[in-house]
T-cell receptor, first 112, second 112 residues
Framework: DSGVTQTPKHLITATGQRVTLRCSPRSGDLSVYWYQQSLDQGLQFLIQYYNGEERAKGNILERFSAQQFPDLHSELNLSSLELGDSALYFC???????????FGPGTRLTVL | GENVEQHPSTLSVQEGDSAVIKCTYSDSASNYFPWYKQELGKRPQLIIDIRSNVGEKKDQRIAVTLNKTAKHFSLHITETQPEDSAVYFCAAIRAGFQKLVFGTGTRLLVSP
């Protein structure tokens, strides 16, 4: 157990819908990262927050957005969902940048 | 930006043999290189990491070597066991930047 929690574990929804994925970092970690992992694919970096502020953006679609709240938990919002958005979404946290990242268990999103 | 290439994409060994996975990176300013192990359907877990001021690091059966001049780093697993079977990802990050760039992964299969 890495100390990073993610909810829900599984999510099944339809095209065109909107979902919210939630992540709670390890106690004391200020950085939160979101990654997308499609079937048999690598880890694609989406976005990073540090102490409530956006720090870096990867290949995140405009239909996706995220935020980090004052209690440091983070939410990833996915809207106008398409079949191709089906993937595992991982959250990771670290004390600061350039430190080891600890991954949560992931949320498996299935878009039908 | 940073680009990380990883080889081989699949690797099959017999139990007890050694396994070597290699990664090359493009940004000479990268200074942190973690390795993650991901079992099927589970979270990536950090197994070892190395910083640019060190050439080699070892932890029991696992070792990582870094050649800054050639911009490549390698994961070495000795005395492989069936439970080592997983997908292994290398990654690189540059100090001051926020984005951890992952390699495409190596699927290691250790046969009893």
């Amino acid at each position: 157990d890495s100390g990073v929690t993610q909810t829900p574990k599984h999510l099944i929804t339809a095209t065109g819908q909107r979902v919210t994925l939630r992540c709670s970092p390890r106690s004391g970690d200020l950085s939160v990262y979101w990654y997308q992992q499609s079937l048999d694919q690598g880890l694609q970096f989406l976005i990073q927050y540090y102490n409530g502020e956006e720090r870096a953006k990867g290949n995140i679609l405009e239909r996706f957005s995220a935020q980090q709240f004052p209690d440091l938990h983070s939410e990833l919002n996915l809207s106008s969902l398409e079949l191709g958005d089906s993937a595992l979404y991982f959250c990771a946290s670290s004390l600061d940048t350039n430190n080891e990242q600890f991954f949560g268990p992931g949320t498996r999103l299935t878009v039908l | 930006g940073e680009n990380v290439e990883q080889h081989p994409s699949t690797l099959s060994v017999q139990e007890g043999d050694s396994a070597v996975i290699k990664c090359t990176y493009s940004d000479s300013a990268s200074n942190y290189f973690p390795w993650y192990k991901q079992e099927l359907g589970k979270r990536p877990q950090l197994i070892i990491d190395i910083r640019s001021n060190v050439g080699e690091k070892k932890d029991q059966r696992i070792a990582v070597t870094l050649n800054k001049t050639a911009k490549h780093f390698s994961l070495h697993i000795t005395e492989t066991q069936p439970e080592d079977s997983a997908v292994y990802f290398c990654a690189a990050i540059r100090a001051g930047f926020q984005k951890l760039v992952f390699g495409t992964g190596t699927r290691l299969l250790v046969s009893p």
